[in-house]
């Protein structure tokens, strides 16, 4: 701490350089940060994915409906624990843009499929006594401002007849993780059934499984596929963190664009601070010489370079990072996607910060250290 001074006073030597240098780490690292997010938010569903549950969609695709008879012989299938089912409905509040996740369930059968979804017992009750009632999530409620006993109005979309139906906040749930989605809406299915065409009722959207055991979730996949072979309405199972995969590959590799674009972010970085503490390291020659000169050793002079290099990337990682978590936990997407930065991610981003700082700053301090003394003092 005692030589903190002389690190200070060498980084407000040139303080304009100092601040782009600062400057350049903050829109990478914010960069960085954004990305992340993203790419988590991609892959909230993966992340989030119950180990013992798997997703029954029809074969062609996810917008094939399934009998609703299916549901009790899904049940007999060896190693199924419960089974739920659930209907996209797809309705629109005021404006398209306005995109949240809707689904028509049967209550307890949901509830129980996803314990980490939690509601209040009044509330749950209300939902229950109420067939036009609704739960929504806890950010889908702060989004819209939505609270309970508001009416929520929707457009129905052509192929559930169309015009408009009135819904009625009834209960909020809550995530007990912090990646939980609490954007989505739920309706009874009983209701769904009521109110749309008759060529809607006995059948499903897609089934949820529990199975008893997480290690034979694939035998129970192949078996429930087996069941539906050859049947005008043939299935295709599969874990729910395999499901959740192949709906974020419909929309192309983000992972890699999003490896990519960082790559050449950080890459360019890098030049641009190597470059910059270089510069200063040939502007002090002469004053790294004299340092020598007095007794400072040259791994005092390697150290000081260094820890130059790591405290401006110390500083402009932190903020950036900072920036990215602050913004990413506002709606940007109006809930397309949800956003989201975990802790892990933040400490990947200062250990990427301090390693781009001390590999920056490397060619400059080992220069710096093989100085030699009276060659550089000749320059005074």
């Known amino acids: ?49 119950g180990a013992d549950r798997l997703v029954v969609i029809g074969r062609t695709s996810i917008i094939q409906p399934l009998p609703l008879p299916y549901l009790d012989r899904i049940k007999r299938v060896p190693g199924v624990k419960d089974v739920a089912h659930s ?32 509601v209040e017992p009044a509330q749950w009750k209300a939902f229950l006594d109420d067939r036009q009632g609704c739960v929504i999530g806890a ?21 559930f007849g169309g015009g408009s139906w009135d819904f009625y906040v009834r209960a909020l749930y809550h995530g007990t993780r912090s990646n939980d989605d609490e954007t989505q809406f739920w309706m009874r299915h009983d209701y769904l059934y009521e109110r749309a ?21 694939l035998a129970v996949a192949r078996a429930i596929d ?27 590799n983000i992972e890699f664009l999003i490896t990519a ?14 470059n910059t503490m270089a510069i200063a390291v040939r502007e002090r020659t002469n004053e790294l010489a004299t ?28 903020v950036g990072l900072w920036l990215a978590r602050f913004i990413t936990q506002q709606d940007l997407t109006s809930g397309l996607i949800l956003l989201y930065l975990p802790i892990s991610a933040l400490v990947v981003g200062l250990v990427i910060a301090l390693v781009t700082g001390l590999l920056a700053g490397l060619i400059p301090a080992v220069n710096a250290m093989r100085l030699n003394v009276a060659t550089a003092l000749r320059r005074l």
């Open 197 to 217: 065409p008759a060529f809607w009722k006995g059948i499903v959207g897609w089934y949820i499984v529990r199975v008893a055991d997480p290690d034979q979730s």
């Open 139 to 159: 950010k889908l409620a702060t989004r819209f401002g939505w609270k309970i006993g508001d009416k929520i109005p929707l457009k129905v979309p052509g192929y």
């Open 261 to 274: 674009i960082g790559a050449v972010v950080f890459f360019t970085l890098l030049l641009v601070t190597g």
């Open 87 to 118: 209907t996209w409905f797809g309705g629109v509040y005021q404006d398209p843009k306005n995109f949240f996740a809707q689904f028509a369930i049967v209550p307890d059968d949901w509830l129980r499929m996803y314990p980490e979804f939690k």
């Open 226 to 252: 087996a069941e539906f072979a050859n049947s005008a309405s043939e299935s295709r199972t599969q874990t729910e963190s395999a499901f959740a995969a192949s709906m974020v590959k419909q929309m192309g």
């Open 1 to 49: 701490m005692k030589f903190l001074p002389l690190l200070l006073a060498n980084l407000k030597r040139k303080k304009i350089r100092t601040m782009l240098t600062v400057g350049s780490f903050v829109v990478a690292f914010f960069l960085f940060g954004l990305l992340g997010a993203i790419r988590y938010g991609f892959r909230q569903g993966i992340d989030v994915a």
């Open 291 to 318: 340092l020598k000169a007095i007794g400072f050793t040259s791994k005092f002079v390697l150290g000081l370079v260094l820890a130059e290099s790591l405290l401006v990337a110390l500083i402009g990682g932190t």
